[in-house]
């Protein structure tokens, strides 16, 4: 049942679902989230039981106001303080110690635990009401059936889940990939999952160097959501390519290329009626907010295989590049 989510009434409903160990779908800046209340295991159960995710395998929590970390983190480096003061409320999720005993389902079992402070109006008002009712955080993975591609619209979530589910329609996500992933456990932040937030400004948010988990031996690392090889894949078997192999292949079929979709930057030459185009934009931040769109309308039109570009190799890109390699990779 989607619900307006600027609508008072819907966001009071959804709140109380949650408050009574439901699940609802809402609205954020980055991709659609399947929330339940953090603090309840049995919620929390019904999240990964939803969407057929292993139970460890973390959620990110949710929370209305950056004040509430302290009621899930047994700590906060100064550098991870930077960070939330730079992009919270935002698409950033840092990765902190657990306190002891709170919301050890939401965190997979580890010690430690995501936080983000989200930026969407409907978001925002979900848990300022939530809060309201005793719920301090929302653990909220996307709402989609685990390693498929991310929602961004609410009709994506009802298409995943059914009519049963309440989600709070907040439009088409502006951002469009999941949040950044920073963690905040170790000497020195360490970016696990790209997203919109480029290193650069990461790194001048909170005045050092923000590694990767390859460079800090990342053996220790925490878990976290969206980080496995293969994720974010649609029906349809995709395959990342340069230009030039695109137009070769397609060339090579010709007019009988069928059941294939190409994604690109570049104009190709396409002689076969049963290949459909949509052109990449050029601009990293247009094409990371309408990639999982694209992803799923091609599924919907019925392709076998999705041609795609190679990103360009710019950091601006390192968000939509992660995607599409684990997309490519199932």
Sequence with gaps: MIRDGHDPAAIAEAARVIQFGGLVG?????????????SSDQAVAGIFAAKG??????LIV????????????????????????????GPLTVILPRKPGIAAAAAGGQDSIGLRCPAH???????????????????APSANRFGRVSPTTAEHVA??????????????CEVGIESSIVDCTRSRPVLLRPGVLTRAQLEAACGEPVLSNEEFMGANAPRASGTLESHYAPNAKVRLMDAGAIQTALDLLG???????????????IQSTQVLYRRMPDDAAAAAQQLFS??????????????????PVDPAWDGVRDRLVRAAAS
């Design 26 to 38: 809402f609205a954020t800046e980055t991709v659609y989230g399947l929330g339940a209340d953090a």
């Design 53 to 58: 995710r292993p139970s460890d395998h973390p």
């Design 62 to 89: 949710h929370v209305a106001e950056p004040a509430q970390v302290s009621d899930y983190a047994a700590s906060v480096p100064l550098f991870a303080s930077r960070l939330m003061q730079a992009f919270w409320p």
């Design 121 to 139: 109006t409907v978001a925002r008002a979900l848990l300022k009401a939530c809060l309201d009712l005793g719920t301090k955080g929302v653990a």
């Design 159 to 172: 298409e995943e889940f059914g009519d049963s589910l309440l989600v709070l329609d907040g439009g088409p």
């Design 255 to 269: 007019p009988e290329a069928a059941h294939i979709a190409v994604y690109a930057r570049a104009i190709v030459r």
């Design 294 to 311: 694209v992803l799923r309308s091609f599924d919907a039109q019925g392709v076998k295989l999705i041609w795609i570009e190679h990103p």
